[in-house]
């Protein structure tokens, strides 16, 4: 019966982390990250869950001959703020799925 004992624990090793999987997945899904292209001429904002919250543009940025300019600052504003996303989601998810076989 000592096998049974030791499950149990091992089972609720396992939904505690689950819940503080869950709560921080929210966390991370909540916080703000801003990514910027070209000095800050165009910047976004995304959430965690890679959500765009807004952008800004200034003036400078808009040229109304080259166009393509500015969507590419868009991409790479954009580009930049989900490596932000992805650096965070690895350092704190990561802890998680380190030591799980096939994560």
Do not use: C, H, W
Not at 17 to 39: C, D, H, R
Not at 64 to 77: K, P
Request: charged share 30%; net charge negative.
């Amino acid at each position: 019966m000592r096998g049974m004992g030791d499950m149990q624990g091992m089972m609720k090793q396992m939904q505690k982390m689950q819940k503080e999987m869950g709560e921080t997945q929210e966390a991370l899904n909540e916080k703000e990250f801003i990514g910027t292209a070209s000095g800050d001429l165009v910047s976004v904002i995304l959430t965690g869950d890679r959500k765009m919250k807004g952008i800004s543009i200034k003036p400078e940025a808009v040229d109304s001959e080259d166009i393509e300019i500015l969507e590419d600052l868009i991409v790479l504003a954009t580009n930049d703020a989900l490596a932000k996303i992805e650096a965070e989601t690895e350092a704190t998810m990561g802890k998680y799925t380190k030591n799980i076989p096939g994560m």
